[in-house]
């Protein structure tokens, strides 16, 4: 397998950068923006997709009305009303959304547009109980300024709008999809970023830079999930691929290189394709059907398939792919693997192909019937197809037409951010023909008066905001940036203000507390958004008050994070961490200097660190350092004395 320097392909990368506002209402009704997981009724819908004013279809909404999905919708009331529920025509567009809009444009010097209109985009897959998403163009041009080794660059700004926020993803099953209403509607500021070369390393501080300009405004909702990065990745001039749905920064240097790689991949496939000769109109060039070829075949994969009633297998031959599809440039990076991807959108676990049989329980006589069924030759390579009928008659087209885009090297389509780095595909990149006026809402004047006052609310420069908060709360510089980049600076300061002022817990503790101990749990992969922010002010209320010590703070944090208990209550409980009396930790204390005698008669005084070290290990958390080491030493210098 090849390695790949990613400055010799032309790598460029585009960002759009999608971040929820912190606004009182959503962005066409006064709903609150707060989600829930108490919903009170539900509803069901199927989608379809309609012609543009040009009677054009849209290619992703298409693909998508092929899944034949259901949708099923959950509302709670306070959050969601019958304007999400797409019974009543949206309200005025929040005035307080539009403001920030427009402040945000004004501090990357756009250009604002003399009237908004709102659009509608077509979107089917369910998140959006009408079927499309309302979004509108405040601006355009722009430039946003980066810090870099030879001193400060310009990023240019292509567009900013508004518009509102998906629907919350509970399920996502084969047949039918689960949403909560109470996200959809919240207002975002979209705003993309002309298309750069660099390292990966790089494009992440335009993306970091940009982040830190929107939450410097104070304007926008913090947490996981309030800001999103879909990334345009395109090589050697060739078509963009759009990457939805990073949401970790630390994730993005990964997904970029990933996707270098996985283009530059397709192209060295799509050039073997092309020393093989084979042209487009021997792509797909006959179809069978193999069912009675596996009906008594011992793989249980096929056995799982043919169990549903009215499932089929098809086979296809592709003439001249043999060791194509299999062909592997880059590690993870095949053919086969990207036609796994398309058809597990049709509800379908995967495919089989020439290049990797016999396997998966299926022999080498089934293999012959198969090429014998095709009449394919050893230079023709075959694949396989499962499932209901319906799906497989689409799934077959699918892939014959991924196959022949497979010659020109990379599709341009959406693909989705995975965990680990990796990016899958999602759907065709959608045309404009999704694109249509929408006709429930007024254009929207913006004049200089209404610009005016906006001018004061353009957010201080990063700097200056790391600055005013280091300074405030006697943070170094360091905490002071992983505080202002975290989820939690609101949180962070309304802690620090709740303290007294004779308070032991200092602005550092909470600041590490928050950032370096979450982060580091986070790494661990265990789960965020089980610790809420309620928990979080709870731990600390309880440490105010003496009930735990600030070593228990990440012990219970991390219980939480493992979601062994639902509350602080039971963390505290299942951990045994509740603050020890005096006598206790006298009794306690002697017990580790009787345990450790020869080491005090050896070191005297200088095995304090020791000391403290094992008797932390052995409190588990249950007494506060100072207070530990302050009756250790008493205790050792007594002991000293007396001998």
């Given at each position: 397998m090849a390695t790949l320097d990613l400055a010799s392909i032309g790598l460029k990368v585009g960002f759009e950068i999608h971040q929820q506002l912190a606004t009182k209402t959503k962005l066409f009704c006064e709903c609150s923006c707060s989600e829930t997981d108490k919903y009170g009724y539900?509803?069901?819908?199927?989608?379809?997709?309609?012609?543009?004013?040009?009677?054009?279809?849209?290619?992703?909404?298409v693909f998508e009305f092929k899944k034949m999905r259901t949708t099923k919708y959950y509302s709670a009331p306070g959050s969601s009303c019958l304007v999400e529920a797409d019974e009543e025509p949206p309200h005025?567009?929040?005035?307080?959304?539009?403001?920030?809009?427009?402040?945000?444009?004004?501090?990357?010097?756009?250009?604002?547009?003399?009237?908004?209109?709102?659009?509608?985009?077509?979107?089917?897959?369910?998140?959006?109980?009408?079927?499309?998403?309302?979004?509108?163009?405040?601006?355009?041009?722009?430039?946003?300024?980066?810090?870099?080794?030879?001193?400060?660059?310009?990023?240019?700004?292509?567009?900013?709008?508004?518009?509102?926020?998906?629907?919350?993803?509970?399920?996502?099953?084969?047949?039918?999809?689960?949403?909560?209403?109470?996200?959809?509607?919240?207002?975002?500021?979209?705003?993309?970023?002309?298309?750069?070369?660099?390292?990966?390393?790089?494009?992440?501080?335009?993306?970091?830079?940009?982040?830190?300009?929107?939450?410097?405004?104070?304007?926008?909702?913090?947490?996981?999930?309030?800001?999103?990065?879909?990334?345009?990745?395109?090589?050697?001039?060739?078509?963009?691929?759009?990457?939805?749905?990073?949401?970790?920064?630390?994730?993005?240097?990964?997904?970029?290189?990933?996707?270098?790689?996985?283009?530059?991949?397709?192209?060295?496939?799509?050039?073997?394709?092309?020393?093989?000769?084979?042209?487009?109109?021997?792509?797909?060039?006959?179809?069978?059907?193999?069912?009675?070829?596996?009906?008594q075949s011992d793989s249980s994969m096929v056995k799982k398939i043919l169990s549903d009633k009215g499932a089929i297998f098809k086979a296809i031959r592709i003439r001249g792919f043999a060791g194509i599809i299999g062909f592997e440039p880059y590690l993870g990076i095949r053919l086969g693997k990207e036609l796994g991807e398309l058809v597990r959108f049709y509800g379908l676990g995967g495919v089989f192909h020439s290049d990797e049989l016999p396997g998966y329980g299926i022999d080498e006589k089934q293999v012959k019937d198969v090429r014998d069924r095709l009449q394919a030759s050893s230079r023709d390579a075959f694949v396989i197809v499962g499932g209901r009928q319906e799906i497989v008659e689409y799934a077959i087209q699918a892939i014959i037409q991924r196959l022949k885009a497979a010659m020109a090297g990379?599709?341009?389509?959406?693909?989705?951010?995975?965990?680990?780095?990796?990016?899958?595909?999602?759907?065709?990149?959608?045309?404009?023909?999704?694109?249509?006026?929408?006709?429930?809402?007024?254009?929207?004047?913006?004049?200089?008066?209404?610009?005016?006052?906006?001018?004061g609310l353009v957010p201080k420069s990063w700097e200056q905001e790391i600055n005013l908060l280091a300074a405030k709360y006697g943070l170094n510089r360091k905490l002071a940036e992983q505080v202002f980049d975290s989820d939690y600076l609101a949180l962070f300061e309304e802690i620090c203000s709740s303290q007294k002022a004779d308070s032991k817990?200092?602005?550092?503790?909470?600041?590490?507390?928050?950032?370096?101990?979450?982060?580091?749990?986070?790494?661990q992969k265990l789960d965020v958004s089980s610790l809420t922010e309620d928990m979080i002010r709870e731990i600390f209320e309880r440490l105010a008050r003496g009930v735990i010590t600030k070593e228990s703070v990440p012990l219970v944090f991390e219980k939480l994070m493992k979601k062994e208990v639902g509350s602080v209550n039971d963390a505290i409980s299942a951990l045994g961490i509740s603050v020890l009396t005096d006598a206790e930790l006298d009794k306690a204390l002697d017990k580790v200097i009787r345990d450790n005698m020869p080491a005090i008669k050896q070191k005297g005084m200088g095995s304090i660190g020791m000391l403290m070290g094992r008797s932390m290990a052995a409190l588990k958390g249950r007494a506060d350092g100072n207070r530990v080491n302050a009756m250790l030493k008493e205790k050792l210098e007594k002991l000293l004395a007396s001998s």
């Open positions: 539900a509803f069901t819908r199927k989608l379809r997709p309609t012609q543009s004013e040009l009677g054009i279809y849209d290619p992703a909404a005025e567009v929040s005035k307080e959304a539009l403001e920030s809009a427009l402040v945000f444009s004004l501090a990357l010097r756009s250009r604002i547009v003399d009237e908004v209109h709102v659009m509608r985009k077509i979107v089917i897959d369910g998140s959006n109980t009408s079927g499309f998403q309302r979004t509108m163009l405040v601006a355009n041009g722009g430039f946003v300024e980066i810090a870099d080794k030879q001193g400060i660059k310009r990023v240019g700004v292509q567009t900013i709008c508004l518009e509102e926020d998906a629907a919350k993803l509970i399920s996502d099953g084969e047949t039918a999809r689960e949403y909560g209403l109470d996200r959809l509607g919240v207002p975002l500021v979209e705003i993309a970023l002309e298309p750069i070369s660099g390292t990966p390393e790089e494009m992440v501080q335009v993306a970091l830079t940009l982040g830190r300009l929107l939450r410097a405004s104070k304007r926008v909702a913090r947490g996981l999930g309030s800001i999103r990065q879909d990334v345009n990745v395109s090589i050697q001039n060739g078509p963009v691929v759009e990457i939805k749905g990073v949401q970790q920064l630390d994730q993005l240097a990964k997904v970029i290189e990933h996707e270098a790689k996985r283009q530059h991949g397709l192209i060295m496939i799509a050039d073997r394709i092309k020393a093989a000769g084979v042209s487009l109109e021997q792509i797909g060039d006959r179809l069978e059907d193999i069912t009675n070829v596996f009906s990379v599709p341009a389509e959406t693909r989705a951010a995975t965990s680990d780095g990796r990016t899958v595909f999602s759907r065709p990149r959608p045309g404009a023909a999704r694109m249509y006026p929408e006709t429930d809402i007024p254009t929207i004047p913006v004049s200089e008066s209404m610009l005016e006052p906006l001018y817990i200092q602005p550092t503790f909470v600041a590490s507390k928050l950032t370096e101990d979450i982060v580091s749990l986070r790494r």
